[in-house]
């Protein structure tokens, strides 16, 4: 699709502000792309949120300054376990619905008469999975079947709001990539806005924290990487 655009990168928009004019379709009814935050009408492009343009080569959409998290498969996510059933784990992953995990996805040969779910995972518990199932007609269903998937036993968690993720993240994983070189710390970046965190001690934890909160705060500010790059040098007594 061959789209002017009309608005600048990392520019605010509102729900209903024209982002591009599209000079090779046109629709006569409203196309709307929920994972980009845009819909189509006619021959031109419009936000469906309040958030930043992110415009890579020609193409774009918006990240949403605010908002809940929407699940879609294939989703890394991180969740805490609510409740447990006889067959399968109920998964609070911060969505409007609740995920659940059957009991076979950790269990060989899960057979309900011998084997107890809290024997392996208690309320309260974080997992690491990825939506293995979600069509909007019924809750998601889980899977922690794959490379440091399952539960999370140590390290700490860390929520933001799930709209920062991408800027978390970095255009190309930029940066993402000064946040664990910079502090030496494993990060693990779920879409539904928490993050599992390893790190050395706790003086470069306190200064990734306090890095991320800056990102949580500032999401659409220009020359945010070269701040939280600044920030983290202060606190880690690297000088500037």
Request: net charge neutral; with cysteine.
């Amino acid at each position: 699709m061959k789209m002017k655009i009309l608005v600048a990168d990392r520019q605010i928009v509102r729900p209903g502000d024209v982002l591009a004019i599209i000079e090779d379709e046109f629709f006569d009814k409203i196309v709307h792309d929920p994972s980009k935050h845009i819909y189509m009408y006619g021959n031109r492009v419009y936000s469906d949120v309040v958030g930043t343009v992110n415009i890579v080569d020609d193409s774009l959409n918006v990240i949403p300054l605010e908002g809940t998290y929407f699940p879609k498969q294939g989703d890394l996510v991180i969740g805490t376990i609510s409740a447990i059933g006889i067959t399968n784990w109920v998964v609070d992953i911060r969505a409007p619905y609740k995920a659940i995990l059957n009991g076979s996805e950790l269990i060989e040969g899960f057979n309900p008469i011998i084997h107890n779910l809290r024997d392996y995972l208690n309320i309260g518990d974080y997992i690491l999975a990825k939506i293995a199932v979600f069509d909007r007609t019924r809750d998601p269903v889980l899977t922690v079947k794959g490379k440091d998937l399952g539960k999370i036993t140590e390290g700490v968690i860390i929520e933001v709001k799930p709209s920062r993720v991408p800027r978390i993240i970095g255009r190309k994983g930029s940066m993402l990539n000064i946040l664990t070189t910079m502090t030496n710390c494993q990060i693990t970046v779920a879409q539904n806005g928490v993050l599992w965190i390893r790190c050395p001690d706790n003086d470069r934890l306190n200064a990734l924290i306090k890095a991320i909160k800056t990102i949580e705060e500032k999401p659409h500010v220009r020359g945010l990487t070269e701040e939280v790059r600044i920030i983290l040098m202060k606190e880690l007594g690297l000088g500037v």
